[in-house]
């Protein structure tokens, strides 16, 4: 059956540093996967989104790559800051044809001062 | 923008009991959503609505039922509450049910069934 994995362990890193999230797949071909960040207490809001097509994605300190290949999305923040504290999640788009996000358990990042 | 909006916020419920969370969304989407977020689970799909006047099941429909009462509200029931329902549940709608198409989530409802 289709796997979503991220790491379950908080990601801990000292400001201005590069925070980088994995996101691996098992058993899927996923056409989209997709990021969403997640604050305590909140609904996931979308970041980004890439094509399998696609290898990489930017946005302002946001970096996207999707290696279809290996099956793995890396998440990446640059220059990041303690307001980028939260928990990050990866999505693929859904099995059946129903093209409902299936979403990873997440990853929190812990940016430190 | 209010977005999607849900309510209660927090909820707490005695097994047996009944009670329906509400969601209505501002941005004309056709699709709304109902996912539980449970510690070390993520998010689960219980039920959707491709579009207004259709309903189906998700990953997790067992104790739960849905309306989509127009195209701007999805409300889902719980019949005779569980303690294994104690979760958060979220709300989210997105323009289409289409592939690549990014979600829009309420703030949750926490509901606690003792």
């Known amino acids: 059956s289709q796997k979503i994995e991220q790491n379950s362990e908080a990601l801990n890193i000292q400001e201005g540093k590069t925070a980088t999230l994995t996101c691996n797949y098992t058993?899927?071909?996923?056409?989209?996967l997709q990021w969403y960040r997640q604050d305590p207490g909140r609904g996931p809001v979308f970041l980004l989104l890439i094509r399998e097509n696609e290898k990489e994605k930017r946005k302002e300190r946001l970096k996207v790559t999707f290696d279809t290949t290996l099956k793995q999305s890396l998440f990446h923040i640059t220059a990041s800051q303690p307001a980028d504290s939260a928990t990050y999640l990866c999505?693929?788009?859904?099995?059946?044809?129903?093209?409902?996000?299936?979403f990873g358990r997440g990853t929190s990042l812990i940016v430190h001062p | 923008n209010a977005g999607v909006t849900q309510t209660p916020k927090f909820q707490v419920l005695k097994t047996g009991q009944s009670m329906t969370l509400q969601c209505a969304q501002d941005?004309?989407?056709?699709?709304m959503y109902w996912y539980r977020q449970d510690p070390g689970m993520g998010l689960r799909l219980i039920y959707y609505?491709?579009?207004?006047?259709?309903?189906d099941k998700g990953e997790v429909p067992n104790g739960y039922n849905v309306s989509r009462l127009n195209k701007r509200e999805f409300s889902l029931r719980l019949e005779s509450a569980a303690p294994s329902q104690t979760s958060v549940y979220f709300c989210?709608?997105?323009?289409?049910?289409?592939?690549?198409?990014?979600?829009?989530f309420g703030s949750g409802t926490q509901l606690s069934v003792l």
């Open positions: 941005m004309n989407h056709n699709s």
């Open positions: 989210a709608s997105s323009a289409e049910r289409s592939r690549g198409e990014k979600l829009f």
């Open positions: 609505s491709a579009s207004e006047g259709t309903t």
């Open positions: 999505a693929l788009d859904g099995t059946g044809g129903s093209y409902i996000p299936t």
């Open positions: 058993n899927y071909s996923p056409a989209y």
